[in-house]
């Protein structure tokens, strides 16, 4: 294994860093991350439950949106869910959110999603993908990013300029990175 070095001192090697609020692993899977923020925002949604002791649904849908939601969702476009078992522990959150405010008696979960007018934190992870994708395709950051994206340039008539190309890659970490997750949003 290389020893990287910065001003002369050799740097010791790690198994996972932080940068920026990211959890970064040196195998580049994403589990730890979403493991550390679903711990987080559920320690976060049980201290609002003791608060509130008795919250009407949308006081507390307001707190979950408000404080909870923002714990789960920052940095969405960097990181990326590759397996069934972090998909289900990030929609747990929301599952347990919208179950506090009904006690033991409480809907089945898609009627709880529907009266409280929210939708799957998978289906927000879709649209918030297709937003930057568009933002970056439109040109709306300061920074260049449309080297990430490779338009068609396939020249039938009818098709807007802005067609994706899918490509193919032999890694997961590629399969799951944001210009293929689009494909299947």
Not at 41 to 64: Q, R
Not at 79 to 91: A, I
């Amino acid at each position: 294994m290389c020893a990287y070095q910065l001003d002369g001192i050799v740097l010791k090697p790690v198994s996972s860093y932080v940068d920026l609020g990211i959890k970064i692993t040196s195998d580049l899977s994403w589990s730890c991350h979403i493991t550390s923020i679903c711990k987080k925002a559920k320690s976060t949604l049980s201290l609002f439950s003791k608060i509130f002791t008795h919250p009407s649904p949308a006081t507390f849908i307001k707190v979950y949106t408000l404080y909870v939601r923002p714990i789960l969702e920052y940095g969405d476009s960097v990181w990326s869910v590759e397996y069934v078992r972090d998909r289900n522990m990030l929609e747990s959150v929301q599952r347990y959110a919208t179950r506090i405010p009904y006690g033991r008696t409480h809907p089945p979960y898609e009627a709880r999603l529907r009266i409280s007018k929210l939708t799957t934190s998978e289906d927000r992870r879709h649209r918030a993908d297709l937003i930057f994708c568009f933002r970056v395709l439109h040109n709306q950051f300061t920074v260049e990013l449309s080297h990430l994206f490779s338009l068609n340039t396939d020249t039938r008539l009818r098709r807007h300029r802005f067609k994706l190309k899918k490509e193919t890659y032999r890694t997961r970490h590629r399969q799951y990175f944001l210009p293929n997750r689009i494909f299947n949003a």
